[in-house]
């Protein structure tokens, strides 16, 4: 019996993917079941403030990709000021509309992760939320390398590890010939490390959620 990995993700696909209209009205319905105002949300929300505790200083935040707006009005009522960015003008768009009305909206910008519009050191927090597990290793060294540029210090990410007991039991039904979907890229702590040095950042803390059943996992980062 050999283990079978997932590939890495189609990056090019998966960018035209959200651009489409109908995905985006749907996508909230699909990965959230009918909102994201529900315990999904607030779990991982928490999981944020217990990253970020105790920081001074933080005023500007950008939320990259800001998909539809899941997290803006929490951070809008938090008492930061928030940049919503996203390659999906649909996806952008929906956002905006959570926002509208809000105080504490900067801007919400079009634009790919691996070349963001804004000078050295111009933003406080970088918060990237479901994210990485959709983009190819070469490119997230990339992505951490620009976010470690425009933030002044801090970087938040949310990765998928493997150290799950639902994704071990996928990988042995798909070894043992069951058809069943691997998940896309989780990392080993290991792997995890590289990375995020390789993209000039170091971890400085980590949050998991209900370890080993959830494989979700919240890091601060800050520039090495």
């Not at 959200?18 to 009918?34: C, I, M």
């Not at 959570?98 to 079009?110: D, K, Q």
Request: one cysteine or more.
């Amino acid at each position: 019996m050999t283990r079978e990995t997932a590939p890495e993700p189609d990056w090019k696909a998966k960018k035209q993917h959200y651009q489409d209209e109908e995905v985006v009205q749907k996508y909230n319905q699909v990965r959230f079941k009918g909102g994201f105002a529900g315990s999904k949300t607030r779990r991982k929300w928490d999981m944020i403030l217990r990253a970020v505790q105790g920081l001074p200083g933080i005023q500007r935040v950008m939320d990259v990709p800001c998909g539809t707006g899941r997290f803006t009005q929490q951070i809008l009522a938090h008492g930061w000021k928030l940049v919503n960015g996203d390659i999906s003008g649909p996806m952008l768009r929906a956002a905006r509309d959570v926002a509208e009305g809000r105080a504490g909206l900067l801007g919400s910008l079009r634009f790919d992760a691996e070349k963001l519009p804004f000078a050295d050191r111009s933003l406080d927090l970088i918060l990237s939320i479901r994210f990485l597990m959709h983009v190819p290793r070469d490119v997230r060294v990339r992505i951490f390398r620009e976010f470690g540029r425009v933030t002044t210090r801090y970087v938040v990410l949310d990765v998928r590890h493997k150290y799950c007991l639902n994704t071990w039991f996928k990988r042995l039904r798909r070894a043992l010939g069951s058809r069943t979907k691997l998940p896309e890229h989780r990392y080993s702590l290991a792997e995890l490390q590289q990375d995020i040095e390789a993209g000039g950042l170091r971890i400085v803390r980590k949050v998991w959620n209900w370890p080993p059943f959830s494989e979700k996992l919240v890091l601060l980062c800050e520039r090495a």
